[in-house]
């Protein structure tokens, strides 16, 4: 039997992130996942930091792929797959969508963040990938300009569901996507991704401040944005917003 991924579980600590790029320093065996109660200095993406009391999910896989950083990029839709699957059986699926490039959505609100990245490894052609995610379960912390959620406020059934139990769930599912994207390349994680993601066909913001509608996601995981004039243009980094405008047919 293959023994699961090691949990190295905190109480506190400043960013599970950044205690992956230690444990990288330091030598440690991979693949590990890092679980916090509670982080003193989350970070988000774009610089931003990520707040949240104990009682939301605060964890950081470390793992080595041959792959290189671009590749690993793909990942971030592995791991928003991931979430999808481990928290699908406590809410009604259809209130759950992805939105591009790695949140988390539970009834349009962001429910969960993913912060990815990768460092070189010792060893010539090893790129280490640190896979965060923060999953509000238990409140809802303010983010600016975004509308948050948590899922004790929209669950089935009254039960709570606690970090370290969720986690081995949330590993199992990305590992398994991280098999289909090892053997089978992107593809099947782009479809899967399509099938959940919201704003397809939908007139949305870039923060590049470029509008137009939201066309297609790419072969290699960037965003494909038809602009009024008629040109398509790639989005590969940053975030979109969601105007709530439909294309016009
Ligand atoms: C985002 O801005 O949407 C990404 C947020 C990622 C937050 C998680 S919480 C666990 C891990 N440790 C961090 O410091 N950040 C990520």
Not at 124 to 141: D, K, M, T, Y
Not at 215 to 242: C, T, V
Request: with cysteine; hydrophobic share 40%; aromatic share 8%.
């Amino acid at each position: 039997m293959v023994e699961p991924t090691a949990i190295r579980h905190f109480t506190e600590i400043d960013s599970t992130n950044s205690e992956c790029l230690r444990l990288v320093n330091s030598g440690c065996e991979l693949p590990l996942w890092v679980l916090a109660d509670y982080q003193t200095n989350g970070r988000g993406r774009l610089n931003r930091s990520w707040l949240g009391q104990k009682g939301n999910l605060y964890a950081s896989g470390l793992y080595s792929f041959t792959a290189p950083p671009a590749k690993s990029a793909e990942l971030g839709f592995a791991a928003a797959l991931a979430v999808i699957d481990a928290v699908t059986p406590f809410v009604a699926n259809e209130q759950l969508s992805l939105k591009w490039p790695n949140d988390v959505l539970l009834n349009g609100a962001k429910l969960c963040g993913i912060l990815l990245e990768s460092h070189a490894g010792k060893q010539q052609g090893q790129n280490v990938v640190v896979i965060g995610i923060g999953i509000n379960l238990s409140h809802a912390p303010e983010i600016q300009d975004r509308k948050t959620a948590c899922l004790a406020d929209f669950r089935k059934a009254e039960q709570s569901i606690q970090p370290q139990n969720l986690l081995p769930d949330l590993i199992e599912s990305f590992e398994k996507w991280v098999s289909i994207w090892q053997e089978q390349g992107f593809a099947p994680l782009r479809q899967a991704w399509i099938a959940n993601c919201c704003g397809l066909g939908d007139t949305i913001r870039t923060s590049q401040e470029d509008v137009g509608i939201f066309e297609d996601m790419q072969k290699n995981g960037a965003l494909l944005l038809r602009k009024a004039d008629g040109k398509a243009i790639e989005i590969s980094a940053g975030e979109i917003f969601l105007t709530g405008q439909k294309e016009q047919t």
